[in-house]
Structure formats: C-alpha cells, structure tokens
T-cell receptor, first 111, second 113 residues
Framework: GENVEQHPSTLSVQEGDSAVIKCTYS??????FPWYKQELGKRPQLIID?????GEKKDQRIAVTLNKTAKHFSLHITETQPEDSAVYFC??????????FGTGTRLTVIP | GAVVSQHPSWVICKSGTSVKIECRSL??????MFWYRQFPKQSLMLMAT?????????EQGVEKDKFLINHASLTLSTLTVTSAHPEDSSFYIC?????????FGPGTRLTVT
C-alpha cells in the first residue's frame, strides 16, 4: 500500500519568513495530494490540494509543488503569520479512495 | 461545500461498555465513508472503509468484531466500539469522498475510564 513520509516533524519560523514542508509517497498510482491544517481537537482542514496532472498550484500565500517522477510534493507558506501555527499533514491517495497521511509537522510562527 | 456531521462530539464511557458513533453526510450521498483514528500527537490512521449495503473493509490490525461498522443508508455510517478499554481512547474521525475532495466529520473524542 501507500506510504507517505513527511519532514520536518517540527518547524519554527519567524513571522514573515517562509515555511516549507516536504512529503514523499511510494505508490505511483496515487493522483491526489491534499494538505491539511489541523488545530487541536478539530477536524483536518483542507488548505490546498494538487492533482497529478499539475506540477504546481498557488493560492495566495500557500503553494504546493508536485514532482511525480521523484514522488515528492511540498507545501510552501510565504509571509507566515502567527495564526499559521498548527499541525500540517500531507496526504496521498487515488482520488476518491481513502487518504494516506504523513506523520505531521508542527509549525510554530514566532511573532 | 459538503457537510459531514458526527455525533457525539465527545463521550466518556466505562471500560467494558459499548459506544456508538454516527457519521452523516448532510447534503450529499456517500456510498463510501472512511473511519480514521488519531491518537494524541499522531497522524490519522485509516481503520476501515464503510460501504453502503455491504460489509466494511478493515485495515490490518483492526479487529472487525471490536469495531463494528454499519452503513445502512447513503447518508449514514456508524462505528460501534464494543467492550471498550482505556487503550481505545482516541479521536475518531469519519470522512466521505465527494467529487472534488474528502469531507471530514468534526470528530469524536472517546475517553474510556
């Protein structure tokens, strides 16, 4: 089955700096790669996703890149703000099927 | 966007009792729903896939006789934790796939004392 690895497990950045979180996956059949932000005790919140027919996608301060050949994808957050502090999960799936999650990254933005 | 509800949001039960958690898709039909479990400071792990009108598919290591899943309609899946033990204490989250993304329920915090 699919195996998703995520790095780093913790990340601290100064407010205004950029944050980058990286994930790799193992199953070349996976074609849907979402990123979630999760606050304590709450459901994961989709912040951006990318499908395998696209190499990069951007939404304001958030961008995701996908390299299908290398089987890795990354989340980029620019101009970080304290409210970006949370746990972020990457995931991979064959679209419509269950998600395989990475191990999570705790992002702390220092004011 | 689509809405998935989950009930209860939290529950405390005594060891040995059973607890039922409901997951509903409120504005779309879901022939498939997924049940995940999340222990503190860990990731979400798939427990089982709930299929409307047929048996659930369980992931390796998940006891099907302990975690009973019923998907009786296109909008409702239930997870029953039978003979709960303290090690079953966790955050249980369901999700349902729709056309563009997976929609998650708000989760159920189960504490077994």
């Amino acid at each position: 089955g699919e195996n998703v690895e995520q790095h780093p497990s913790t990340l601290s950045v100064q407010e205004g700096d950029s944050a980058v979180i990286k994930c790799t996956y193992s199953d070349s059949a996976s074609n849907y790669f979402p990123w979630y932000k999760q606050e304590l005790g709450k459901r994961p919140q989709l912040i951006i996703d990318i499908r395998s027919n696209v190499g990069e996608k951007k939404d304001q301060r958030i961008a995701v890149t996908l390299n299908k050949t290398a089987k890795h994808f990354s989340l980029h957050i620019t101009e970080t703000q304290p409210e970006d502090s949370a746990v972020y999960f990457c995931a991979a799936s064959l679209e419509g099927n269950n998600l395989f999650f990475g191990t999570g990254t705790r992002l702390t933005v220092i004011p | 966007g689509a809405v998935v509800s989950q009930h209860p949001s939290w529950v405390i039960c005594k060891s040995g009792t059973s607890v039922k958690i409901e997951c509903r898709s409120l504005d779309f039909q879901a022939t498939t729903m997924f049940w995940y479990r999340q222990f503190p400071k860990q990731s979400l792990m798939l427990m089982a896939t709930s299929n409307e009108g047929s048996k659930a598919t369980y992931e390796q290591g998940v006891e099907k006789d302990k975690f009973l899943i019923n998907h009786a309609s296109l909008t409702l899946s239930t997870l029953t934790v039978t003979s709960a033990h303290p090690e079953d204490s966790s955050f249980y989250i369901c999700s349902a796939p729709s056309t563009y993304e997976q929609y998650f329920g708000p989760g159920t915090r189960l504490t077994v004392t």
